[in-house]
């Protein structure tokens, strides 16, 4: 059974940086393609990139790109999201998740496999 674990949230001024990972167990994450999303409070979930499980091709939301960058490191098992100049705006709990097609989805409910999510706070 696979397992997600998200980590480097945190609280960070505008302007700064941070570099999300979300860590599989149970199963080897190069087989999945894995997402992240975000969910800022009163808003709907949105999916803001993903990474494919055939050759790493990438996807980012208009509203991301240039800002986010994802990647994976299959020695590690770890998938990463490279968060650039941070707003105000981007505040929100970030999630990765999990499908086994290879193709990504902008839907949530195209995954199947959830972490618990990281906090993302950008204030002065």
């Known amino acids: 059974q696979l397992q997600l674990v998200e980590s480097g949230g945190g609280l960070v001024q505008p302007g700064g940086s941070l570099r999300l990972s979300c860590a599989g167990s149970?199963?080897?994450?190069?087989?999945?393609?894995i997402g992240w999303f975000r969910q800022a409070p009163g808003k709907e979930r949105e999916g803001v990139s993903c990474i494919n499980s055939r050759g790493g091709s990438t996807n980012y939301a208009d509203s991301v790109k240039g800002q986010f960058t994802i990647s994976r490191d299959t020695a590690k098992n770890t998938v990463y999201l490279q968060i650039n100049d941070l707003e105000p705006e981007d505040t929100a709990a970030y999630y990765c998740?999990?499908?086994?097609?290879?193709?990504?989805?902008?839907?949530?409910?195209?995954?199947?496999?959830w972490g618990q999510g990281t906090q993302v706070t950008v204030s002065s």
């Open positions: 998740a999990a499908r086994r097609d290879f193709s990504c989805s902008e839907f949530s409910s195209g995954y199947n496999y």
């Open positions: 149970g199963v080897t994450l190069e087989s999945y393609t």
